[in-house]
């Protein structure tokens, strides 16, 4: 049986962060969520039904903020997850939680509803660069969201940081990492700030004051420095985890593999189509209540070539430490990786790119650089 | 002088820039009736979109006015419109020969500015009677009578009683008419002497070849006369003549002097049909032309080459077509290591220059990168040989010349007195030479400098404008060719020379002028994975020097939930970029860097 992973995208936020351009609104009410969750079941209902034979090996709650959710709503989607699709037994069960959002009590249920893994997004443990970032927690708030999720038995736990801020130094960084460190967590994600239009930092982006180019190189490189003494393996540009504690949900968007994402602006990736949902809340909830076909809430769909496959392929895993394996892409796309790209040798040999074990892959360096490099070697991206 | 004669009147209408010279004629047009209401088309004179844009007239254009005076009897009016700007000082002159006397239009709010002047005393050297028309006198800030005094003082012309109107709101038009008829003289010559027509304007019909306009100055002309163009001797069959009237031709029986009109005969371009030429008759023709004809000689040339390289077709047929209604506009193809295959353009100033620069690019839908503006320089050889050099690239070696000579200019500039200080030591920093000043009235001054037309092509204008809060205006005409210390000045990336960003400079400049393109092209050329060394150099030595920084960070975006298209659409953001580069040896830059060398800030200087 074919596995699937299932995205479920909650776009409820106390307050929307000052970078942030993910379809999320700000203060919900209660009815709102309520309503909105009664939507998701009824469209994962319908959709389950075309997918019994596979087998659900992943689910990502996402958003958002998914833990702004009421006990009553949470309870609700998984147990409509769970009698709509074949959820396996050990299946890697994720949701995104903010710090101030979370006690111990919410946390206890969700290990009773069998999610496994969550992920806090703390970015940063200054709390003036918080503060900046139009975040709605303290530092202090993380620390105990953190611990009502460790006492509530949720032991794999991702912590999200963020680098490249307007004012940050290096130190700053290091400080960050560090104190994020001493938690332990199990896995942490590590993203460079980048100032996305429709944004409040966009509109005040002349008056921010970003490292530059330089310096942001150097705090990536010591961030990765850091994280692997620390025993966090980098295996994604961006992800540093554990020996074991890999994202499995995460893996699959870079591995090709198929997820079917539910909710406004969701992205799903099934049978080689792509296609992603309307970011309008009001839309899908009104066509999903009145039984329409979900096409109606379309926001894109494609159906990739068989050349947009493979450059894909690569595009997406050279963004893991693992690179392309080449025998492995011979034998699904049965041609030659190397000569496909044959401009790889050249970036090989200036040191930004790596051919070991069978496997091509970016270096650190080359990690930093690989838009450009990739736009180099991709013909049909 | 016969009665057809006396009752013709011959005039221009001469302003500087946006003070109203086309909607004056507009209104003269609706006041006698020689276009409806409906019919009219906002400023019907200035008929290319551009020209309305700007608020220009590029090209002249001559319109048949009958009129029905006060006194009860018909005049027939011909309005030559002249170009409004100073790279077509020539054409403007030619125009003005063609006439009487001339309307000199002057906005009552702004008074006498450099392009005012500059044309009144051309039209006082074509000994035109001038009849000053006061504008915009509905505008709150109308002054008239500080107005006309000016005109009195500083042209010594009489205002008094001279119309004052408003062309925008349709006010005392009657009155300018009136002037027309009563002051300005009728034409002389005799319709029995032999042919003499002045060639005013030209432009290319697809079905009738080129049209020809004159004024006829001696003689009478007909269809299927055999006509000849004095300065080339080269002869052709009249088609047609006749009058032009507000809303295209108007076929004629014949052409009689004093008169205004059109010749068509199977002409192919206007380069045959020279402005300033005299058409006579091939047999007992005029013995001697008209006084005053010039070759058009371009005095800027820049390299334009197309951004896509596929397109360079394109780019000839384009200004092919220009050409055929351009006598003034030359090219040659040439070819440029950096660009790839593209050609060397020649215009009369740099406002013809950005005018044929954007009709390429509107008109004809091409994308262009062109070369920093150059002047034709005059070098002696030390082994005796004249040359003349129209591109940076092909500047002789320094050892094999003997004297280097630039083209000067007469510049004359007027400006409100607070910014005289500033325009000076602008002239002085620009190498000008002072020769006077005047002071138009109390708030106003005149400045008269001889300047190197080759600081004038870049960015003087610019620099103008912004030292003088757009204040000030400038006209200038050639002077001569001065011997003078120049450098050719080179640009190397990754050791490699950039033909197209070569240029000649005065030495005393050359260091700080190469330091700011350095700095401009280090600014415009993305970082690559490796360090680009930008050099400046006058011949093998390195006068300034720049470092493009390997690349070291790309945006990374991240694949939340499952959503690639951002991480796509910085690939394809990315490949577009190259696509549009420009590949010089080991190093890639972007169309905009050879722009951005061409306009530096004077605010950096």
Redesign the interface.
Known sequence: MKNLGLYIHIPFCVKKCNYCDFYSLGCPSHENTEEYVRALCTHIGREGKKHRDKIVDTVFIGGGTPSVLSENSIKSLITCLKSSFNIAEDAEISIEVNPGTVTKEKAMLYRSLGINRVSMGLQSVNDNELKMLGRIHTFDEFKSSYKALRDGGIDNINIDIMYALPNQKTADLIKTVDSVCEFEPSHISAYCLKIEENTHFYKIKDTLCLPDEDEQYNMYLTLCDRLEKMGYEQYEISNFAKKGSRCVHNLKYWLSCEYLAFGPSAHSFVDGVRYSYKGDIKEYVGAIKSGQEPNKILEAEYTLTEEEKIDEYVMLRMRLADGVDTEKFFSRFGISFIDRYPKLKKYEKDGYVIHQNGKYAFTKKGFFVSNFILSDILENI | MNDRQKKIRNFSIIAHIDHGKSTLADRILEYSNAVSKREMEEQILDNMDLERERGITIKARAVRINYTHKDGQEYVLNLIDTPGHVDFNYEVSRSLNACEGALLVVDSTQGIEAQTLANAYLAVDCDLEIVPVINKIDLPSADVDRVRKEIEDVIGIVAEGCPAVSAKVGLNIDTVLDAIVENIPAPKGDENAPLKCLIFDSHYNAYLGVVVYVRVMDGTLKAGDKIKMMSSGAEYDVVEVGYLNALGLEKGEELKAGEVGYITASIKTVSETKVGDTVTTAENGASEPLEGFKEALPMVFSGIYPADGARYNDLRDALEKLKLNDAALSFEAETSIALGFGFRCGFLGLLHMEIIQERLEREFNLDLITTAPSVIYKIEKTNGEVIYIDNPSNYPAPDTIATAYEPTVRANIITPTEFVGGIMDLCQDRRGTFKDMKYLDASRVELHYILPLNEIVYDFFDALKSRSRGYASLDYEFADYEPSNLVKLDFLLNGEIVDALTFIVHSEKAYTRARKIAEKLKENIS?Q?FEIPIQAAIGSKIIARETV?A???????????????R??K???K??EG?KKMRRLGSVEVTPEAFMAVLKLDDSEK
């Open positions: 970082r994975l920084r690349l070291r960070k790309d945006v990374l975006a991240k694949c939340y939930g499952g959503d690639i298209t991480k796509k910085l690939l394809e990315q490949k190259k």
